[in-house]
């Protein structure tokens, strides 16, 4: 759990993932990740996580694997607030699966 402005976020990328962003994302080595508003979502009512292949401009979070940078903007920190945010793949629907698990604030 990493601890960023005034409280905690943790995002975990098993290594199928990875490899999976490596395969979607070719030739892009940042990943940044953010809330999409499309009326569903498990966290947050309305939004639902999405990824594109652009440069940063305002980092908040940055977590590196596989040597892919995957960046959270400043302004969609909130998204993250005190969850971790876990992506794996999913070998039967063979795609990204993303599960959020609320934690507590640790002081």
């Avoid at 959270?72 to 909130?78: A, F, L, M, R, Y």
């Avoid at 998204?79 to 604030?105: G, R, V, W």
Wanted: with cysteine; hydrophobic share 40%; proline share 2%.
């Amino acid at each position: 759990m990493e601890k960023v402005g005034a409280f905690y976020m943790m995002i975990s990328i098993d290594e199928k993932a990875a490899m999976w962003f490596t395969n979607e994302f070719q030739n892009n080595n940042t990943v940044r990740m953010f809330p999409q508003y499309d009326g569903f979502g498990e966290k947050n009512k309305g939004f639902s996580l999405a990824f594109s292949a652009e440069a940063p401009s305002n980092i908040g979070f940055t977590k590196e694997i596989n040597g892919i940078s995957f960046y959270v903007e400043g302004n969609d920190i909130w998204f993250f607030e005190d969850t971790e945010t876990c992506l794996s793949y999913n070998d039967e629907i063979k795609e990204i699966q993303i599960s959020f698990k609320e934690t507590m604030a640790i002081n």
